[in-house]
């Protein structure tokens, strides 16, 4: 599993404003990796939070640039996309990764990687955060871009 070794992370942020943008394909997975997201912001005392579900994992980069320039200390977004017998998936999982790193680095806003890229159903139930899953990857992205936030308002730079 690749969330062997994954750091325990507690933060504040309490100040910060955050936006949480998921796709809508795979509903039992979105809705384990939405519920791990809302708990990793309750865990670190994030309440201004702005959500946006959009169609699918492609449409993760627009949503979150928007979220990016409106002023939010930091974007979650969240996905999933199954392989299948085409090079759909390739496309779509370059496309949002892509696409999300741009964001990032284009805003200086975190984002939050959420979007889990599998062979099969069952390798996405895994990592969903449901009874009965591995890995709660909806968690570890709430937590992962409230963490860089923080760290960057801590270093007080213009950005």
């Known amino acids: 599993m690749s969330g062997e070794g994954a750091p325990t992370i507690t933060v504040d942020g309490s100040r910060l404003r955050v936006g949480l943008v998921w796709a809508s394909w795979h509903q039992e997975v979105m809705d384990g990796l939405v519920a791990g997201a809302r708990?990793?912001?309750?865990?670190?005392g994030v309440k201004d939070v702005v959500e946006v579900p959009v169609?699918?994992?492609f449409e993760l980069p627009v949503a979150a640039a928007r979220l990016a320039a409106s002023g939010v200390d930091a974007v979650?977004?969240?996905?999933?996309?199954?392989?299948?017998?085409?090079?759909?998936?390739d496309y779509v999982c370059s496309a949002a990764t892509n696409g999300l790193t741009d964001v990032s680095v284009r805003h200086g806003v975190p984002v939050g990687f959420g979007v889990l890229t599998?062979?099969?159903?069952?390798?996405a139930l895994d990592r969903a955060?449901?009874?009965?899953?591995?890995?709660?990857?909806?968690?570890?992205a709430a937590t992962a871009a409230v963490s860089a936030a923080?760290?960057?308002?801590d270093l007080a730079l213009p950005a």
């Open 39 to 44: 708990r990793g912001l309750a865990d670190a």
């Open 55 to 57: 169609p699918g994992s």
């Open 76 to 89: 979650i977004a969240l996905g999933v996309v199954v392989r299948g017998g085409t090079p759909h998936f």
């Open 118 to 123: 599998c062979d099969d159903m069952q390798q």
């Open 129 to 140: 955060g449901l009874p009965g899953s591995k890995e709660d990857k909806g968690h570890e």
């Open 150 to 153: 923080v760290a960057l308002q």
